[in-house]
């Protein structure tokens, strides 16, 4: 609930305070929901079918594209029975399989592996040049077949690029046009042959992470997995806790927004909200997976927040534009 601790607080807070209350909580920003734990296998769930479904999910679970693979979730492969938890009838003949989520990720957690939160973010996919046509057409089945195997939620979506003089958006402007159309990452190929060499170079843009690297529509969309996972790579489980978060250095309305967006788009975060404001200071209750560090890490990582003088059970920073 947002509340207004200081009833002498100026016009302008109290009118921000009133617009978040509107705002916030938005638990949208941290990502999409995606259904990890459940897949499709042909015919009836026998044992070596029950084996290839789990290395599936083990992959789209952990973030990690080798995890079918890895000898340490090999013991975990070859009991895949034990983590069935329930099947139903799939619409083309199959059969629909759902996983045991909680043993599934004690089990994952117990291997010395860690699990990728379910809700992951909604990543926008821009080409540039934009395919047309059947070139579009494939574009868009490769990319969505390489992000529902590795556990993205994705769209192909038309972009621009520069402004109405033709100079190149930099990374925030893009951003925020991603954030308009509703994403919370966005990862560009560009290709000065239209990707008809299958070669592109990629760029992820995320308010906690950027990366570059080259390769086909796969290594796109898996290298975004790749780097968007490491964000979140523990070894351990992590308890969702409440936070206390001070930001400093808020002078207007669009710093307000500009924080808010970057606390719910955190790695891991449920849910954000006002709990006090006075001059230039904003204070937020931020539940969070994986409490003080990991909140910690991820807002030290967009660039946007100097970490202030200890205090306490509370976070402090100074907002960096």
């Given amino acids: 609930m947002c509340t207004i601790v200081n009833v002498h607080a100026l016009k302008f807070w109290t009118r921000l305070l009133r617009l978040a209350c509107l705002l916030l909580p938005i638990a949208a920003w941290a990502g999409r929901p995606v259904q990890v734990y459940e897949t499709d296998i042909k ?6 079918a029950l084996q290839d479904a789990l290395k599936r999910v083990l992959v789209r679970a952990t973030g990690r594209g080798e995890a079918a693979a890895d000898p340490a979730l090999s013991a975990i492969v070859a009991d895949a029975a034990h983590y069935m938890q329930t099947t139903r009838p799939a619409p083309d003949g199959g059969t629909h399989v759902v996983f045991d989520a909680a043993t599934l990720t004690s089990a994952i957690n117990a291997a010395g592996r860690s699990t990728w939160d379910n809700n992951r973010p ?47 958006l930099g990374r925030n402007a893009l951003l925020a046009a ?17 990707g008809s060499n299958n070669t592109w170079q990629w760029t992820l843009y995320t308010s906690f992470v950027s990366q570059n690297w080259s390769g086909g529509l796969t290594a796109g969309l898996n290298g975004a997995v790749d780097a968007l996972a490491r964000v979140q790579d523990v070894s351990e489980p992590q308890a969702e806790m409440v936070v206390q978060v001070q930001v400093d250095g808020v002078t207007a309305l669009a710093d307000y927004a500009q924080v808010g967006r970057l606390l719910q788009g955190a790695p891991g975060v449920r849910s954000v909200d006002v709990v006090e404001a006075s001059g230039t200071m904003v204070t937020f209750s931020v539940r969070v997976r994986g409490g003080s560090p990991a909140l910690d890490r991820a807002l030290a990582a967009s660039g946007h927040f100097a970490s202030g003088a200890p205090g306490g059970s509370r976070l402090q920073y100074t907002y960096r534009p």
């Fill in 122 to 168: 909604f990543t926008l996919v821009v080409l540039s040049p934009p395919l047309t046509g059947s070139a579009a057409d494939g574009a868009r089945r490769e990319l969505d077949a390489a992000a529902e195997a590795r556990g993205l939620p994705i769209s192909l979506v038309p972009l621009p690029l520069v402004d109405a003089s033709g100079t190149e």
């Fill in 178 to 194: 991603a954030q308009q159309l509703g994403g919370d990452a966005l990862l560009i190929g560009r290709s000065d042959s239209g």
């Fill in 43 to 48: 015919g009836p769930p026998s044992a070596a």
